[in-house]
Nanobody, 124 residues
Framework: DVQLQASGGGLVQTGGSLRLSCAAS????????IGWFRQAPGKEREGVSC????????YYADSVKGRFTISSDKAKNTVYLEMKNLKPEDTAVYFC?????????????????WGQGTLVTVSS
């Protein structure tokens, strides 16, 4: 069975940091792009960042550029999202997804597999 297990969320103050993890199993990790999305209450889902395991390309939404860093550990089949200088507007449920083509995650917000979310709350 395919699984995408997101973890690492929590409560942090403005300016703080968190590292989210997305542990993948059940598919060929190296052939897929892994993306992070977030959804805040009453708002639409937003693509945050993405990394291609096949060619290493990365993508960041303008709202997180310079503050978030995505990385992939192929030995552990895990993608990380390092979040620094967090702001209250970063508060959302964050979840990861996998697609064979990176452009689907980046441009169409679609994926082959979706994981459950982890809640990030940034207090002001």
């Amino acid at each position: 069975d395919v699984q995408l297990q997101a973890s690492g969320g929590g409560l942090v103050q403005t300016g703080g940091s968190l590292r989210l993890s997305c542990a993948a199993s059940g598919f060929t990790f190296d052939d897929y792009a892994i993306g992070w999305f977030r959804q805040a209450p009453g708002k639409e889902r937003e693509g945050v960042s993405c990394i291609s395991n096949s060619h290493g390309s990365t993508y960041y939404a303008d709202s997180v550029k310079g503050r978030f860093t995505i990385s992939s550990d192929k030995a552990k089949n895990t993608v990380y999202l390092e979040m620094k200088n967090l702001k209250p507007e970063d508060t959302a449920v964050y979840f990861c997804a996998a697609a064979e083509q990176m452009h689907r995650i980046v441009h169409v917000a679609s994926a082959d597999y979706w994981g459950q979310g982890t809640l990030v709350t940034v207090s002001s």
